[in-house]
């Protein structure tokens, strides 16, 4: 079974302030990892995704995920934060074989404070 | 290149109607999935239709149904509606050329019974 954990609900930062949000994830195999942002009445955007090679990934709109094997994560970062960050982030995996379903953490809502 | 597209956006209907959403994937997608998004259940996997035939199904009854059409739009079907399928049902596609290529969302569909 795959499985997503995204530990905390809320992320609360100050604007300018670095932003992180943790995802950890239960696959056996190596998986491939997601990070998409949801803003308010709109689907998903894709920020970033890791599959192989250099543990750390830079994406959309500054924001960077580090992959750690060893601890199984997946935390996604922004050096400064800015308030049009504020929105829904949620963590995915997906299995290289089998069914290649794409699992969901329940999402971080990130709140930065101007 | 347009995004994918979802018909329509809002949509109220009464317990014990059916209702079919509508999903235009973008060009050259071949591959469309689509969700469940609640406050309570998050986002949750209904089925994946790839070259018109299902590939992926998640744990829903039965009354929710799928197709995919040979130019690769897919549409949705819930039979005999219930209150808690009130939720944005979101669609999205990828190329389907690996379990690594990134999935794009359209902006959902927020059906409400009543």
């Known amino acids: 079974a795959q499985s997503v954990a995204q530990p905390e609900d809320q992320v609360n930062v100050a604007e300018g302030n670095p932003l992180t949000v943790k995802c950890t994830y239960s696959v056996s195999g190596n998986p491939y990892l997601f990070w998409y942002v949801q803003y308010p009445n709109r689907g998903l955007q894709f920020l970033l995704k890791y599959i192989t090679g250099d543990n750390l990934v830079k994406g959309s709109y500054g924001f960077e995920a580090e992959f750690n094997k060893s601890q199984t994560s997946f935390h996604l970062k922004k050096p400064s934060a800015l308030v049009s960050d504020s929105a829904l982030y949620f963590c995915a995996v997906r299995l290289p074989y089998g069914n290649n379903r794409l699992a969901f953490g329940k999402g971080n809502q990130v709140v930065v404070i101007p | 290149k347009a995004g994918v597209t979802q018909t329509p956006r809002y949509l109220i209907k009464t317990r014990g109607q059916q209702v079919t959403l509508s999903c235009s994937p973008i060009?050259?997608?071949?591959?469309v999935s689509w969700y469940q998004q609640t406050p309570g259940q998050g986002l949750q996997f209904l089925f994946e239709?790839?070259?018109?035939?299902?590939?992926n199904k998640g744990n829903f009854p039965g009354r929710f149904s799928g197709r995919q059409f040979s130019n690769s739009r897919s549409e949705m079907n819930v039979s005999t509606l219930e209150l808690g399928d009130s939720a944005l049902y979101l669609c999205a596609s990828r190329t389907r050329q690996g379990p690594g290529d990134e999935q794009y969302f359209g902006p959902g569909t927020r059906l409400t019974v009543t």
């Open positions: 060009s050259g997608h071949r591959s």
């Open positions: 239709y790839f070259s018109e035939t299902q590939r």
